[in-house]
């Protein structure tokens, strides 16, 4: 039996769920190269539903079709119809950047006379 680790970065970037012809504010909470969960707004829709996930991250567009895993009045989470390996970097490298520590300059020495 073999074990795989999962890993999943945690992030609040502005989504959308497109749904048969409209769209529904969420925010991607939660991504995996697999899948992600989303935080909604008292939205519900129905497991088992494809939707299509469109979200911007470090300027560039994604629109990823997914499968509704679950839902609850909170949150939804999804499945992505192919895994998503490249928008899992893009997020993790973008988040790495966002958490960065600002560079601080060494103060500049003094001459004495």
């Not at 829709?45 to 909170?74: D, N, Q, Y």
């Not at 390996?85 to 006379?113: G, M, W, Y």
């Amino acid at each position: 039996m073999s074990h795989t680790q999962s890993f999943h970065i945690n992030t609040m970037y502005p989504a959308q769920i497109n749904y048969h012809g409209r769209s529904f504010a969420a925010t991607l909470g939660s991504l995996t190269p697999e899948g992600a969960l989303l935080e909604t707004y008292g939205l519900t829709l129905p497991s088992g539903m494809e939707v299509e996930l469109s979200v911007t991250i470090a300027r560039e567009p994604w629109l990823i079709k997914a499968l509704i895993t679950h839902t609850t009045p909170h949150e939804i989470g999804l499945m992505f119809k192919h895994s998503q390996h490249k928008l899992f970097s893009v997020a993790r490298n973008d988040c790495t950047l966002a958490f960065r520590p600002p560079i601080q300059r060494k103060p500049e020495a003094t001459l004495l006379r």
